[in-house]
């Protein structure tokens, strides 16, 4: 399936984001993968998820798969203030940049295999997932937002909110999840 | 200089076709020294440029997999692959960001060769150059980089033909088959950027000579910014771009045939904070990104353009409101007739009665008396422009919207535009006056509006009160900083005792509206840094008004101190922020500035906690002022869409070994941690980007007090916007002395977890010949 950028002048190139069509390819990558971790920018606490808002559904999802998060911008307060501690607070460049270098991980010791963005400016995340894509080669990416991101490894095509609420509940489920 | 004669009698004989060649002509009457520099070529600071880049790596995302810049391609260079030329996608990202440095030094050069031919011609070469009584270094980055002390107008001319030249070989290593590596191509970077300050600074001391502009005047007078600060019941001259010389002709011709105060002339971008340095009778519009509104609004009963930031579409705009354009630079003319050797009456009645829509106008002086006649004439003809469109015809023409969400995927922030367009169809305008806040007025939404919805207009006549009250103070560009300035605060600066120099620069492409400069501007200036501003930032600035109803302006002095708000000028003028850092070096520290890059530029990393912060940064010519900023060794931090230069300088704080300097008491290499972090850093949010620069400011050299007053300032501003302490606190005080009293327990329970280590405060350098003794 094929999509196109939510910002239309947004023209990616020869590779582009695989379309998820099917939730449950999240969860199936998510428990697949060795060192997997979430970049979570300012958004999430402007954006809702059905009757929540998007950082405690991340909350609820890391918390499920074990994954550790870096929240990006001054987010990091926002999970603080639920009863959840990120693993580093870093921008959002910092922590790409960091992802292209093989030998760090936020543990300390091995490579980060995947790397979950969201919440983030559509722009921002998509020039960051492009430094991935270009320097990164070890390294998976998915985009949980709700509009394509053509410079990640998989993404969303453009949805409806209640379409994204429903997918992301997929994957929340597809790990064990309500 | 090339001397010919054609037959030369001497007592030595006769000689025919003479030709002498002379190279540079020094100033014997500087006793300064001539350091190692002066003039560099493209690769002269090249081991300069690599020693800040293998700390601060480039980070590259590009915008897409390609390069079609040559017919070999396109080419896919996808996570490794080489183009057909050989040139991988870091090379060609890196080749791209020198290209936009090409583009804004040579904009900002050809604006200074203008300003400088036009300003001789009709002063002549031996004017004198005048930046103040109080300010001996008029030209601290030419001195630095070239070595010379212009001292009049002729004496730039060399200055820019070594300007020109350089960006002719740094355009030619842009071509398919020459540069090959990422830093190099970096370090050509650099190379643009200290170029463009140099030429920025030579603009601006010509016109500020010329002129009578401000000179280092802390003092400088207000004048009026804002749509509502123009009387529309006048006839309105606009003047739009960078380059002052018909603006100011402008002025001159009203004051000539006492026409001040009966004619509006105004400015958008650059211009308008010049005309203002010039006669603060003129009125500011705003920045740039009001150039649409002010033209949707139908006020300009004349459009003048120069040159850089105009719209490319003003003369479709123009005729949409049926304003005649005339244009003053030869580096916009629109395809219209040139009548530069007309008389005025001819010109004045053809655009008066619209046989022509506008004329390109090379003669300031003309171009001023055209545009000051026909707007008299046309004025009274298009009052029925001037007006905003009723309630009633908003909700009439939200209903022609088919919700097809294009207007949402072409904003570049996103605006809920559909949603305000909606309401405002049952009679509330509420969201339109929301959008019409944040709105930069690019107008990508109407191009892809699908029922032709002209939304800029909606957004403004819906906003129609708040647009009445868009009138504020802006204390005009005053130029440099005084060398007396600069002596009482090198010390608390350089020691750290003053938190931080904090400039807010560059263009209005803001993610969420002009708010989150104000306000980032606001909190600095509580906390006692200064704050430098210039261009569109400068006016944004001005742009709202506080608990007292005054604007930033009204509430700060404008001294270069601390809690200072410094406006120095125009986009030009930016020359005067990084001069200040180089002044402290020289005047305070007395380090040798002429033809000495290197030295200065490592002092200023090391010491001067300076920062600039490009909040909306939009243009290459934004690139050229950053490139020239780092090669300085003054970080900058850009806002959101400031990623889309595709390419950040990013520290890695963790990597002890990035942080070592020399102790140029002893030879021996010190760490000193990451101070500064980054040189080139995107931030999401204004929150993040305040946290950021406070702690960019923090320098290897701070004395202990400074560095509390740093550290004090950067975690509070972390508490308070993140809502927790900092992580790298340990990585930032060096012996017990520069933690913070108020903090002290809290800090040392981190210090005691993290296994610090007390280090010594070096006296730093990352340059092997300024170790004064080296290690046996």
Redesign the interface.
């Known amino acids: 399936m094929s999509a196109t950028a939510?910002?239309?002048a947004?023209?990616?190139?020869?590779?582009k984001a695989l379309v998820i069509t099917k939730p449950q390819v999240v969860s199936a990558m998510i428990k697949r993968a060795k060192m997997p971790i979430m970049i979570a920018?300012?958004k999430v606490t402007e954006t809702a998820v059905s009757n929540k808002l998007l950082v405690d559904y991340l909350i609820d999802l890391v918390g499920l798969a074990g994954i550790p998060v870096v929240a990006?911008?001054?987010v990091?307060?926002?999970f603080?203030?639920r009863g959840y501690r990120p693993k580093?607070?870093m921008?959002?460049?910092?922590v790409?940049?960091?992802l292209?270098d093989a030998s760090w991980s936020l543990g300390g010791t091995g490579s980060h295999d995947l790397a979950l963005f969201a919440g983030?400016?559509?722009?921002?995340q998509w020039?960051?997932l492009?430094?991935l894509?270009?320097?990164a080669?070890q390294l998976k990416t998915i985009s949980l937002d709700r509009y394509y991101q053509p410079h990640a490894t998989w993404s969303f095509p453009n949805l409806s909110e209640q379409e994204w609420c429903n997918s992301l509940q997929q994957v929340l489920r597809g790990i064990g999840g309500q | 200089m090339k001397l010919k004669v054609k037959e030369l009698k001497t007592d030595l004989g006769t000689f025919k076709d003479l030709e002498i060649s002379l190279g540079r002509v020094v100033d014997e009457s500087w006793e300064e020294p001539m350091g190692p520099t002066p003039y560099p070529s493209i690769t002269d600071l090249r081991q300069w440029d690599r020693t800040l880049l293998e700390r601060y790596k480039p980070f590259y995302m590009p915008f897409c997999d390609l390069c079609c810049l040559c017919t070999y391609g396109k080419c896919d260079l996808t996570a490794g692959k080489r183009g057909a030329c050989g040139l991988d996608m870091f090379g060609q990202q890196s080749r791209i960001v020198l290209l936009a440095v090409c583009i804004g030094c040579s904009t900002h050069t050809s604006h200074a060769r203008e300003m400088v031919d036009h300003l001789t011609e009709k002063l002549g070469r031996g004017y004198r150059l005048d930046a103040g009584n109080a300010v001996q270094v008029e030209a601290p980055l030419t001195r630095l980089v070239c070595g010379v002390r212009p001292q009049n107008l002729g004496d730039l001319e060399e200055v820019l033909e070594y300007i020109e030249n350089q960006i002719t070989q740094l355009l030619a290593a842009t071509h398919t088959g020459q540069e090959g590596d990422p830093l190099d191509f970096e370090s050509k970077v650099f190379h643009g950027g200290m170029l463009d300050h140099v030429a920025m600074e030579v603009a601006d001391i010509a016109q500020i000579s010329a002129y009578n502009f401000p000179k280092s005047e802390p003092d400088a007078p207000f004048a009026e910014i804002g749509l509502a600060s123009i009387d529309t019941s006048k006839p309105v001259v606009l003047c739009v771009g960078h380059n002052v010389a018909s603006g100011v002709e402008v002025m001159d011709y009203l004051a000539a045939n006492k026409l001040t105060g009966k004619v509006e002339a105004c400015g958008l971008c650059c211009t308008a904070i010049d005309i203002t340095r010039y006669d603060q009778s003129a009125k500011i519009v705003g920045p740039m990104s009001w150039e649409l509104r002010f033209l949707r609004a139908g006020i300009p009963d004349v459009i003048m353009v120069d040159e850089q930031c105009v719209r490319a579409d003003t003369l479709e705009e123009a005729q949409r409101i049926g304003s005649p354009v005339i244009a003053t630079s030869n580096k916009i003319t629109y395809g219209l007739p040139d009548r530069t050797h007309d008389d005025a009456d001819s010109i004045v009645n053809d655009l008066v009665h619209k046989k022509i829509l506008g004329a390109v106008i090379l003669d300031p002086e003309l171009a001023a008396e055209v545009a000051v006649r026909t707007a008299l004439q046309v004025a009274p003809t298009r009052t029925s422009m001037k007006k905003p469109l009723s309630k009633e015809a908003v909700i009439k023409r939200a209903e022609e919207c088919v919700h097809c969400k294009e207007c949402l995927r072409a904003c570049p922030n996103g605006l809920e535009v559909e949603n305000a367009v909606e309401a405002a169809k049952g009679g509330d305008l509420s969201k339109l006056v929301e959008v019409y806040h944040k709105c930069i007025a690019c107008g990508r939404c109407e191009e892809a509006c699908k029922s032709h919805l002209p939304l800029i207009t909606i957004f403004q006549s819906a906003a129609e009160q708040v647009v009445k009250g868009e009138k504020f103070a802006v204390r005009v560009g005053r130029g440099a900083i005084q060398d007396t300035e600069i002596r009482e605060v090198g010390a608390p600066i350089v020691l750290g005792e003053i938190p931080g120099v904090i400039a807010f620069v560059g263009c209005p492409n803001y993610p969420r509206g002009p708010d989150d400069l104000i306000e980032m501007a606001e909190q600095l200036l509580r906390r006692n840094y200064i704050v430098m501003t210039s261009g569109c930032s400068a006016m944004t600035i001005g742009m709202r008004r506080g608990e007292e109803n005054k604007s930033l302006y009204e509430e700060y002095p404008g001294s270069f101190s601390a809690g200072g708000l410094v406006n120095v000028g125009s986009c030009v003028s930016n020359s005067h922020i990084t001069g200040a850092a180089i002044k402290i070096a020289s005047i305070f520290a007395k380090r040798r500035l002429r033809g000495n890059y290197e030295e200065i530029a490592d002092y200023i990393l090391n010491r001067v906690g300076a920062v600039g912060i490009a909040w909306g940064a939009m243009s290459q010519k934004a690139a050229s002022i950053a490139s020239g900023c780092w090669r300085l060794g003054v970080p900058v931090i850009v806002g959101p869409h400031g990623i889309k230069y595709r390419r950040m300088l990013l520290g890695r704080k963790e990597k002890r070994e990035d942080w070592m300097v020399y102790d140029a008491r002893s030879g021996e290499k010190v760490y000193v941690g990451p101070a500064p972090e980054h040189l080139f850093y995107v931030a999401e949010t204004k929150e993040e980007a305040i946290v950021v620069a406070a702690k960019l400011c923090i320098r290897a050299n701070d004395t202990s007090k400074g560095r509390q007053i740093k550290l004090s300032n950067y975690i509070d501003l972390h508490k308070r916007y993140y809502g927790r302490m900092p992580d790298d606190i340990h990585l930032l005080v060096r012996t017990m002395a520069d933690v913070p009293i108020t903090m002290k327990e809290e800090i040392l329970k981190i210090l005691e977890e993290k296994g610090w280590e007390e280090t010594i405060i070096p006296d730093p350098t990352l340059l092997p010949r300024m170790i004064r003794k080296k290690v046996e």
């Open positions: 939510w910002q239309k947004e023209v990616a190139g020869p590779k920018g300012h990006t911008a001054h990091i307060g926002e603080d203030k580093a607070s921008s959002l460049v910092d790409c940049n960091r292209t983030h400016d559509y722009y921002m020039l960051a492009s430094g894509k270009h320097a080669p």
